[in-house]
């Protein structure tokens, strides 16, 4: 029997084929680049000559003029360690997501300037965002500058506050590596120096820019989310200076958010310093954390195990509020229900055969853990991918089928969602549903 291939899978093969290509491309270049740079390690050369060549192989010629705000937080120490390394030291996945003009030197010129004169305390540099930094590098790299403890640490500091320069007095270039798929930059080295013509109040800056393309944490944690594919898409709103320009967002989530506020405060079913709220299939955790905002004691299920991670990175959200796993056992499993429950673009995966129950058992999950409100949508026909393999699961189709498996009392439609926009105006539109049972 010969298989129909439709057009999603034709796009997505090649997405996938375009991907893989620029990889491939990626690492022959890397590779080049580190047989080249072997070679010269191994030469018989002067020393000065060695450096003089290897950065020639590495930088492109000559500087250019870039955007300050363009300017990531990249490595400290950066002759020995990559900003992924010290992000990894320091527990920050968001470090290299941040502009120099917003971080730890900037803030610390900041911090001076607000004195109107008066020099900041050691115990103040210390605490500073500044004084953290310079400390975790010590802690995990054995100094910071010539640091190697807090007192160094507050010589190094106050040193960048009198606007010192290299004793050598030897001019040295503010040198960046490209982000991939980004206009931005991730600062190797000169993050002082960007940071004081930041709080100067300067647009732009000369830098020096390497050949080879680096990517953020971040982008490396996104890449690796099961649902993506390798994919550059964001599937809730998430924001970083390196993903604006090639990761779309694809579900805008304030629409839904609005619906359910509106629908929670229409209905008076909004108590929010005594409810609880469960975002099933919680992603990244966006919901949980407008919820939280809202007062709600929020909490999420998500099969990925990396989105406790990006939760707390993104959102600040505790990685205990998110429990991996599949919801369907998580749900089987717990005697708990919580006044307001959320199940978003779920559904239609087990209509279609892709969980380990039928749709109708995960809707009787639902309704076992829900107190109140259940709000819910899914994947619909009238959507170009689903046009065949959901045929026939319509507006009406999903409202009986919501008020034959639950014991709800009420299922309204509040109407779809706005994510059919390019270039996914063939999809989505899809209906939010909310579920009502009557309280005793």
């Known amino acids: 029997m010969t298989r129909k291939v439709t057009q999603r899978a034709v796009r997505s093969r090649a997405r996938s084929l375009a991907t893989k290509a620029q990889r491939a491309a990626r690492h022959a270049l890397r590779r080049n680049a580190t047989t080249a740079l072997s070679w010269l390690g191994r030469a018989p050369v002067p020393e000065r000559t060695r450096i003089f060549l290897a950065e020639r192989l590495t930088r492109r010629p000559g500087p250019i003029t870039v955007p300050i705000d363009d300017l990531l937080l990249g490595a400290q120490n950066a002759r020995h360690f990559t900003a992924k390394q010290f992000a990894e030291q320091t527990g920050d996945l968001m470090w290299a997501s941040t502009p120099v003009a917003a971080g730890p030197h900037a803030q610390l010129l900041r911090l001076a300037q607000a004195r109107a004169g008066a020099e900041l305390g050691d115990e103040e540099i210390l605490k500073s965002s500044y004084g953290q930094m310079a400390l975790a590098c010590i802690q995990a790299q054995g100094r910071f500058f010539d ?14 506050l009198r606007g010192e320069q290299r004793s050598d007095g030897a001019p040295r270039p503010v040198l960046v590596a490209p982000i991939s798929g980004s206009r931005c930059y991730q600062v190797l080295d000169g993050h002082h120096r960007v940071a004081r013509a930041a709080v100067r109040g300067d647009a732009t800056v000369e830098v020096v820019v390497k050949w080879l393309p680096v990517t953020t944490p971040l982008q490396d944690l996104l890449t690796r989310m099961s649902w993506l594919d390798g994919e550059r898409q964001l599937y809730q709103p998430l924001h970083a200076p390196e993903l604006d320009e090639s990761w779309p967002v694809v579900r805008r989530c304030t629409d839904r958010l609005e619906k359910m506020l509106g629908f929670l405060a229409e209905r008076g079913l909004a108590v929010p310093q005594t409810e609880t709220y469960l975002d099933v299939a919680s992603c990244y955790g966006w919901f949980v954390r407008r919820m939280q905002d809202q007062g709600y004691v929020a909490e999420g299920i998500e099969r990925d195990p990396l989105a406790p991670e990006l939760g707390r990175a993104a959102y600040g959200l505790e990685p205990t509020l998110i429990h991996v796993g599949d919801c369907e056992t998580l749900l089987a499993e717990t005697d708990r229900t919580w006044d307001v429950v959320s199940c ?19 809707l009787r999950l639902l309704d076992r853990v829900t107190g109140r409100v259940l709000f819910l949508d899914t994947g619909q026909e009238h959507e170009e991918w689903f046009r065949e393999s959901l045929a026939g699961w319509d507006a009406d189709s999903i409202r009986r089928t919501l008020l034959e498996n639950t014991s709800f009392d009420e299922v309204v439609d509040l109407g779809p969602d706005l994510d059919a926009v390019p270039p996914h105006e063939r999809n989505y539109g899809r209906r939010l549903f909310a579920c009502v049972r009557s309280v005793q």
């Open 344 to 362: 978003f673009s779920l559904l239609h995966h087990f209509v279609l055969g892709r969980g380990s129950v039928g749709h109708e058992d995960l």
């Open 147 to 160: 640091a190697a403890d807090a007192d160094g640490v507050v010589r190094v500091a106050r040193s960048f």
